[in-house]
């Protein structure tokens, strides 16, 4: 709140000192955009990678920002494809809507540096990667999950659960994703050679198809040990496919995030454990963090090396209740 305080004060100096400062002088000099006034609404937007119920709570965050400040004019949007074209088409409205600041998580970082930087080089506006980061893009800042400590944290859960070693699959919507890249890359450096990883399956987003690969899985290796979801349909899948085969703790699964499904496969004894991140504050803090940047001179809360990190939890049988609870709370 202390940070909504200073920006109050700071926004009434800047208003009642316009046309007077050396900073004013030079924007308007060089031909560089103004920051909007502080009184006025600032439309800023968040596109996500897909439509699973893991960014209902993001939006919720958003939302929360909104209550808090206002002059936040929020226009949330869903990748419904999950596709990089749907995205560049999402950010290609929003610009002719007049949105300044755009939070995304994009689908493929790599492929998509030109798209991105269209909205970091318009002056007076302001691009912000979350969930999957584009480091090679001129995003002004990332917020989000640690993604390769978080897959550090999975590859030390499946490691637990398989003090023995064994065979394991990994699923996950889209092996391009900088998230995707950097998760798997994380289980990899923990697991080394303790544990086999078989192959990575791919279901672009789709449930039906992770359930699928799942499925295949089970069939083709009967002597599977685990099944890893990386992304948050991915949990459900597997729960289903396990469940559905009779194998419900002959397979054993870990995941990431926290969709009911995989919480009360965690309570069923299907999922071992979680690794959740917290959506909500990916949306919450990317709306105050662009408004701030977008309304002030002081940028002073990005860090050096431009990455916002939101810690992950690991969720198991012994906090999922407290932890399933306290989501309740945060979706109502």
Not at 209 to 222: E, G, L, M
Not at 223 to 232: N, P, R
Not at 235 to 264: R, W
Not at 296 to 321: C, E, L, Y
Request: hydrophobic share 40%; glycine share 6%.
């Amino acid at each position: 709140m202390k940070r909504f305080a200073f920006l109050a004060v700071l926004a009434a100096a800047v208003i009642s000192g316009c046309g007077k400062s050396n900073t004013d002088n030079t924007s308007a000099s060089n031909g560089a955009t103004p920051p909007p006034a502080a009184s006025k609404k600032v439309k800023l937007a968040f596109i996500t990678n897909n439509t699973a119920p893991f960014w209902t709570i993001c939006r919720k965050g958003c939302e929360q920002a909104v209550k808090e400040q206002p002059n936040i004019d929020l226009d949330f949007r869903l990748d419904a494809d999950a596709t990089a074209n749907t995205q560049k088409q999402l950010i290609q409205d929003l610009l002719t809507k007049s949105t300044m600041g755009i939070a995304i998580s994009p689908e493929t970082p790599a492929a998509q540096t030109e798209t991105l930087n269209a909205v970091a080089d318009q002056p007076g506006h302001v691009l912000v990667t979350s969930d999957s980061d584009a480091p090679d893009s001129k995003r002004a800042f990332y917020i989000g999950t640690d993604n390769e400590k978080a897959g550090e944290q999975a590859g030390q859960e499946i490691l637990k659960a398989l003090p023995n070693g064994g065979k394991i699959m990994l699923f996950v919507g889209n092996v391009g994703s900088q998230n995707a890249i950097d998760r798997i890359g994380g289980i990899k450096s923990v697991l080394k050679d303790k544990v086999t990883i078989l192959d990575v399956r791919t279901d672009d987003a789709i449930a039906q198809t992770a359930k699928a690969n799942a499925q295949d899985t089970i069939t083709k290796y009967p002597d599977i040990s685990m099944l890893v979801g990386i992304y948050s349909y991915d949990g459900p899948a597997i729960v289903s496919a396990v469940t559905e085969a009779g194998k419900k703790g002959q397979i054993k699964v870990i995941c990431f995030d926290e969709e009911d499904v995989t919480l009360q496969g965690i309570k069923d004894g299907v999922v071992t454990s979680t690794i959740v991140q917290n959506p909500y504050e990916f949306g919450h803090q990317s709306m105050l963090d662009m408004y701030q940047y977008l309304t002030s001179a002081d940028h002073s809360f990005i860090p050096a090396d431009k990455r916002i990190i939101v810690p992950t939890r690991v969720i198991g049988k012994d906090n999922v209740d407290e932890f399933w609870a306290d989501l309740k709370l945060k979706r109502a």
